[in-house]
């Protein structure tokens, strides 16, 4: 695979309109990374500016190539950035087929020297719009549309994926049936991808990196769970708080209807049967799932109770606090979150460095291990 | 008694300027249009002005400028000059140019909407497919404002075979050079020779049906397409 070596560098500094961005980060040039913050922020400014479709002085560099940079002048044109935009409405040209919509940037692309990494038969295929071919852009569904938007996006040869919502105006159940064909891109180390939304469950399964804006300016960026854990930033202090951490599939034991998972060595119980043994996947654990305990206290409903050690306090208002842990009892391990009373923190004498016991309400897969549906698992396409 | 030839003369003649002026309507409007569609200049409402005037001066205030233009002592006298004329007025180039740009609006208009209509997100999106500007309008642009160059075209070339006022004050009513259709009926009625009117104004009556109702089809067949 062609993966970009090294990162994304993106700086941009301006006023477009009456709005003033002061975007400043870096992130590797693998994996999904997510804008995220609340509407107005400059998300999708950012990822306009990075595609040239609007203009502010600045500098970005993608792995080796410098797409701009103020100071000597060097400004590629939107035509001469090799992006694959996905649109929050799928924008298909209404005037083409399926088929018309997905050859117009292969076309182009390999006209420009482009290799041609991505297959037409391939990405219909992986996309599950082979049927769809010789139809009119009218006459899709929802999810059809943003499907063929992303086959088209795919097979314009891409070296930098940018998406700008594009699942947001999708309905519920659609938004279901797409999100596996995402999932699929991020298991893509090959082409990194700017992704832009403002929900943050959406990011939780997708993201592997994050960037928070406010008022256009990041706020803090870098790897996903660092910043849901980041006890400064208003999502570690919403009511939905929640960490994501990874995870590899254990056994099933039919007798308890139970999967084992293991996140950083330390066995937690699922209920059904998920993935094969050895997959990679993700957990979602709530804050607010999560209780604290100095002894392993064995009798108890609670299945899933894992030694951790506290790294950091937080209060949040009058009542509650965010106690911030890592999995294991050793110095390093993956960020948890605890959302408990101040009175429960005050009774156990909680304090940063002591090894405590996590007892652990509800884990829920996020990953592909979850979604029977969508694109085949296991396939080298990408 | 008259010859058909009398009247196929000006038939022939108005088919010829039409379907010229449409040609060139379409050559020069679609920059135009394209231009006041997508330009930010403050001005362009001005331009845009400017080019619907016909919309609503009489066709004679147009004629009598154009008259004074063409005419010896204007720029058209001028260029005459170096074909060895006194003058462009009277000539059949004289209708061109006065259809051109009387029937101007009529074209430049539904283009404009047509461009207008889809906004900028096709042209983004063939942007970022690595589509050049030139590459975008002409693969993407104009198949989506295809309607409106249609309805462009036909409006164009319709209005031009019913003009009269400003084909008379430039144009007089010579035989074979500038008598059009609507000057040859003006001209038989005069002169009460009311069968040879008859055919023309007949013909003309068709042929303004069939245009119209075409169109109309034309509009609901694409309409019918797209949804």
Request: net charge positive.
């Amino acid at each position: 695979m062609n993966s970009i070596a090294g990162i994304i560098s993106v700086h941009f500094s301006g006023v477009l309109g009456s709005f003033k961005l002061e975007a400043d980060f870096e992130t590797p040039a693998r994996g999904i990374t997510a804008l995220f913050g609340p509407s107005g922020c400059g998300k999708t400014t950012i990822l306009r500016c990075v595609a040239g479709l609007s203009r502010l002085p600045g500098r970005l560099v993608v792995g080796t190539d410098v797409w701009q940079d103020h100071a000597s002048g060097r400004y590629l044109e939107p035509h001469e950035r090799p992006v694959g935009y996905v649109f929050q409405e799928a924008s298909l040209f209404a005037h083409l087929s399926v088929r018309g919509n997905l050859r117009y940037g292969l076309r182009r692309a390999l006209k420009r020297g482009g290799a041609e990494r991505f297959r037409f038969d391939e990405v219909v295929e992986q996309m599950g719009i082979g049927h769809l071919l010789d139809r009119s852009t009218g006459e899709l569904s929802g999810g059809e549309r943003q499907r063929v938007a992303l086959g088209r996006a795919f097979l314009s040869q891409p070296r930098l994926f940018l998406m700008d919502e594009p699942l947001s105006a999708l309905d519920r159940m659609t938004k279901e049936e797409i999100l596996p064909y995402f999932e699929a891109l991020r298991r893509s180390t090959s082409v990194p991808t700017l992704y832009v939304s403002h929900d943050i469950t959406e990011i939780e399964r997708l993201a592997d990196h994050m960037v928070f804006l406010e008022s256009g300016r990041v706020v803090a960026a870098g790897p996903l769970n660092d910043l849901l854990a980041n006890t400064r930033l208003p999502i570690a202090r919403s009511s939905e708080a929640a960490t994501v951490l990874d995870a590899h599939i254990g056994p099933y034991s039919a007798e308890d209807g139970l999967t084992a998972i293991s996140v950083g060595g330390e066995k937690l119980l699922i209920p059904g049967r998920l993935g094969k043994v050895g997959d990679r996947d993700r957990v979602r654990i709530v804050a607010t799932d999560v209780s604290l305990a100095i002894d392993h206290s064995s009798r108890t409903t609670i299945l899933n109770i894992i030694p951790v050690r506290v790294k950091d306090i937080q209060p949040l208002d009058s009542a509650q606090i965010n106690v911030l842990v890592t999995v294991g009892h050793r110095e390093e391990g993956q960020l948890l979150l605890a959302r408990i009373t101040r009175r429960a923190r005050h009774l156990l004498g909680l304090a940063p460095g002591q090894k405590v016991y996590a007892q652990i309400k509800a884990v829920s897969l996020i990953g592909p291990a979850r979604a029977p549906v969508g694109p085949q698992r296991g396939s080298s396409w990408l | 008694m008259f010859t058909t030839e009398d009247l196929w003369s000006p038939i022939r003649l108005t088919l010829a300027l039409a379907s010229i002026t449409t040609v060139l309507l379409l050559v020069v409007g679609t920059p135009i249009a394209w231009w006041l569609a997508r330009s930010k200049a403050r001005w362009k409402e001005a331009v845009a002005t400017v080019l619907a005037l016909p919309l609503v001066l009489p066709p004679t205030v147009l004629g009598f400028y154009l008259l004074l233009a063409l005419g010896p002592n204007g720029p058209g006298g001028w260029v005459a000059g170096f074909f060895g004329l006194r003058t462009l007025a009277f000539t059949f180039e004289a209708l061109v140019i006065g259809s051109v740009l009387y029937s101007m609006p009529f074209v430049v208009q539904p283009i404009r909407n047509a461009f207008e209509a889809f906004g900028d997100r096709p042209l983004e999106v063939a942007a970022t497919l690595r589509a050049t500007p030139w590459d975008a309008f002409r693969s993407v642009a104009v198949p989506l404002a295809r309607p409106g160059f249609m309805t462009g075209a036909v409006l164009g070339f319709a209005h031009t075979v019913g003009e009269f006022g400003v084909v008379l004050m430039i144009g007089g009513n010579i035989p074979g050079r500038t008598r059009v259709l609507s000057v040859a009926i003006f001209d038989y009625v005069e002169s009460l020779q009311f069968t040879q009117a008859h055919i023309l104004a007949a013909g003309m009556l068709v042929f303004s049906f069939v245009v119209i109702l075409s169109m109309t089809l034309l509009e609901k067949r694409v309409a019918q397409s797209r949804s």
